[in-house]
C-alpha cells in the first residue's frame, strides 16, 4: 500500500471514530435530555429522593422498639383484632406530626426547642423541656428493660447485661459514634419484618381483621383506653419530633428539599404503620384465641413460633436488644441537646466535659437513672414498657400545642405555613388524647 492510500485510510478511520464518538455523545446528551424531561414532568429528581430518605424513615421506625412491641403486642393479646382500626388513624397523624416537624426544620433552619424558646418564652419553653424530660427519661428506661427482657431470652440475668449494655451506650454517646453503628443496629430491629412474613403464615380471619380496621369495636374498658393511649404514646412519641426536626436541620436541608422530605416522612410512617398493623395482627391470631397474656417477652416472642419454631425466642430477644439499644442510644443524646439547645447552653457530641458539662451531664443522669431503675428486685419489666407509652402519650400534647402553634405562624413559616386541614387533624389528635386521658383517668377513680 502506497503512502498516499495509508494516509487516505487513517483520515477515513478518523472519520468513522468520529462519526462514532458523535453518536455516543448524542445519546448521552439524549438520556440526560430524557431524563431532565421525565424529572420536570414529576418535578423531582429520583438521586435527591433517594438522598433525602432517612430522618422520617428513622423517627417512625423508632416505634419497633421495646415499648412500641410491648404495646402492639399487649394490643393484639387482649382484644384480638379490636385495635386494628387505631392504626391507619396513627399512621395518617403520624404523617401530619412528621412532615409539620421537617417542614419546621426545612423553613427556619432551626431545631424545635430553639423555636419554642424564641415563640413562647422561656417560662413555656422550660415547661416543655420538662416535659421532655420526663417522657424521655420513662422511654429510655422502657429501653433499657427492653435490653433486660432480650438477654432473659438468652439467659443472661438484667445485673450483668444492663450494667454492661449502659457503660456502653454511655460511651456511645459521650463519643458520638453511635452513629456509625446506627445502620445495623437498624438492620437488626428490622427483624420484627418477620411478623409481616407470620402474618401470612399464621392464617388469621382476613375479612374480621380488614372489618375490624376499618370499623372500631369500641369498648368501655379501662385496659382498651389505656392500650389506645399507650398506642398514640409509641406511635407519635414526644421525642420523634425533635429528632425528626433535628435531623433535617442537620443535613442542611431547605425549603426546596420540601417534596423529598415529605416522601421521607410519609415512607417511614407507612413503613411503621404496617409492621405494627402485623404485630397486632400476630399477637391477635396466635396469643388473643388461647388466651395468652403479653407479660414478658417470651410471651410476645410466641407470635413468632409459627414461622421460625424453637428459634423465635432467641430471634425476638436479638431483634429486641437490637431496637432496645439503638433507641438507648439516640434518645439521652436527642434530649440533652434539645434542653442545651433551648436555654442557649454549649451541646455537641464533639465538646468535652469542660465545654459542655450540662450537655454531657444530662445524658449521664438519664442513662444512670434507667439502668438503675431496671435491675431493682422484682422489678416489672414490662410494666415499664407499658407506663412508658402512657407517660408519652399524657404528654404529647404538650408539645404538639407549642408545634401548630408555631407551625400556623406566617411569621415564622411565610408561604409554608400549616394549612387549614393539617391543622384541623392536629387539633384533632390533640383533643382525643386529651379526652381519651381523662375518660382513663376517670375511669380508674371509679374503680372500673
Known amino acids: 500500500m502506497s503512502m498516499e492510500e495509508e494516509i487516505k485510510t487513517t483520515e477515513l478511520e478518523a472519520a468513522v471514530q468520529q462519526g462514532r464518538d458523535a453518536q455516543q455523545t448524542s445519546g448521552q446528551l439524549s438520556a440526560q435530555l430524557s431524563q431532565q424531561e421525565s424529572s420536570a414532568k414529576t418535578g423531582l429528581d429520583p438521586k435527591l429522593v433517594l438522598a433525602a430518605m432517612g430522618p422520617g424513615l428513622v423517627a417512625a421506625l423508632a416505634g419497633a422498639d421495646a415499648g412500641g412491641v410491648a404495646a402492639y403486642s399487649n394490643a393484639g393479646a387482649l382484644y384480638g383484632f379490636g385495635l386494628l382500626w387505631t392504626v391507619p388513624i396513627m399512621c395518617l397523624l403520624l404523617i401530619v406530626v412528621q412532615e409539620t416537624a421537617a417542614r419546621m426544620g426545612c423553613v427556619t433552619g432551626k431545631g424545635f426547642a430553639s423555636l419554642i424558646r424564641e415563640q413562647y418564652g422561656i417560662r413555656k419553653s422550660a415547661l416543655a423541656m420538662f416535659a421532655l424530660l420526663i417522657s424521655n427519661t420513662t422511654v429510655t428506661l422502657s429501653e433499657f428493660a427492653g435490653i433486660a427482657s432480650g438477654f432473659a431470652l438468652f439467659g443472661v440475668p438484667s445485673y450483668i447485661s444492663v450494667p454492661m449494655s449502659a457503660v456502653v451506650i454511655w460511651l456511645l454517646t459521650m463519643s458520638g459514634s453511635y452513629r456509625r453503628i446506627e445502620k445495623i443496629l437498624l438492620a437488626i430491629s428490622c427483624i420484627f419484618l418477620t411478623y409481616v412474613v407470620s402474618g401470612f403464615m399464621v392464617g388469621p380471619d382476613w375479612g374480621q ?77 396466635v396469643l388473643f384465641p388461647v388466651g395468652i397474656v403479653v407479660e414478658n417477652a417470651e410471651d410476645a ?101 407549642f408545634m401548630v402553634g408555631i407551625a400556623s405562624d406566617r411569621h415564622v413559616m411565610g408561604k409554608n405555613v400549616n394549612s387549614r386541614l393539617w391543622n384541623a387533624l392536629t387539633w384533632f389528635t390533640i383533643v382525643s388524647v386529651v379526652v381519651l386521658t381523662l375518660v382513663m383517668f376517670v375511669l380508674q377513680a371509679l374503680g372500673f
Request: proline content about 5%.
Open 209 to 285: 381483621a380488614f372489618h375490624d380496621t376499618v370499623i372500631p369495636p369500641f369498648s368501655t374498658d379501662l385496659n382498651y383506653i389505656s392500650l389506645i393511649v399507650a398506642l398514640v404514646g409509641t406511635t407519635i412519641a414526644p421525642w420523634m419530633i425533635f429528632l425528626a426536626q433535628s435531623n433535617v436541620v442537620e443535613r442542611n436541608a431547605q425549603t426546596k428539599d420540601l417534596p423529598y422530605q415529605r416522601i421521607d416522612t410519609v415512607t417511614g410512617s407507612v413503613v411503621a404503620s404496617a409492621i405494627s398493623w402485623f404485630i397486632i395482627l400476630v399477637t391477635g391470631a
Open 301 to 401: 416472642a410466641i407470635a413468632l413460633a409459627p414461622l421460625v419454631g424453637d428459634y423465635a425466642q432467641a430471634l425476638f430477644g436479638a431483634g429486641l436488644i437490637g431496637a432496645s439499644f439503638l433507641a438507648a442510644c439516640v434518645l439521652p443524646g436527642t434530649t440533652s441537646n434539645a434542653i442545651c439547645e433551648a436555654f442557649g447552653w454549649e451541646r455537641g457530641a464533639d465538646r468535652g466535659w469542660s465545654e459542655a458539662p450540662i450537655y454531657r451531664g444530662i445524658m449521664t443522669v438519664i442513662i444512670a437513672i434507667s439502668a438503675i431503675v431496671v435491675v431493682l428486685p422484682n422489678v416489672d419489666l414490662f410494666a415499664i414498657m407499658m407506663a412508658a407509652q402512657v407517660i408519652n402519650g399524657v404528654l404529647l400534647p404538650v408539645l404538639l400545642v
